[in-house]
């Protein structure tokens, strides 16, 4: 049992920056790996960036370099800090949190989304 609190999305102009927070809350051992998906109009959800416990992090080819993912295991937060921002990146953006629940469980856990506009 876990809530995915998501805030930080918005309508920015092009070249614009937003940053995205998902706080986990509820009953959990401990949070493994947390990422960031999105889901535009039409398209299939897809994977912008993740990050494990380690804090490797993986990323989408269209943000690298312009996105970056970090988390605060003290807060259970997971960070998107999203730096010149283009008309594709419009989206609804979703955190998901993989939640170790007991000894044998390990489930993955979605964000209600927040949305993301960005105008050309």
């Known amino acids: 049992q876990v809530q995915l609190v998501e805030s930080g999305g918005g309508l920015v102009q092009a070249g614009g920056s937003l940053r995205l927070s998902c706080a986990a809350s509820?009953?959990?051992?401990?949070?493994?790996?947390m990422g960031w998906y999105r889901q535009a109009p039409g398209k299939q959800r897809e994977l912008v960036a993740d990050?494990?416990?380690?804090?490797?992090?993986n990323y989408a080819d269209s943000v690298k370099e312009r996105f970056t993912i970090s988390r605060d295991n003290a807060k259970n937060t997971v960070y998107l800090q999203m730096n010149s921002l283009k008309p594709e990146d419009t989206a609804v953006y979703y955190c998901?949190?993989?939640?170790?629940?007991?000894?044998?469980?390990?489930?993955?856990?979605w964000g209600q989304g927040t949305q993301v506009t960005v105008s050309s």
């Open positions: 998901k949190v993989r939640a170790r629940m007991s000894l044998y469980i390990r489930n993955d856990y």
């Open positions: 509820g009953s959990f051992l401990s949070i493994n790996d």
């Open positions: 990050i494990t416990s380690g804090t490797s992090t």
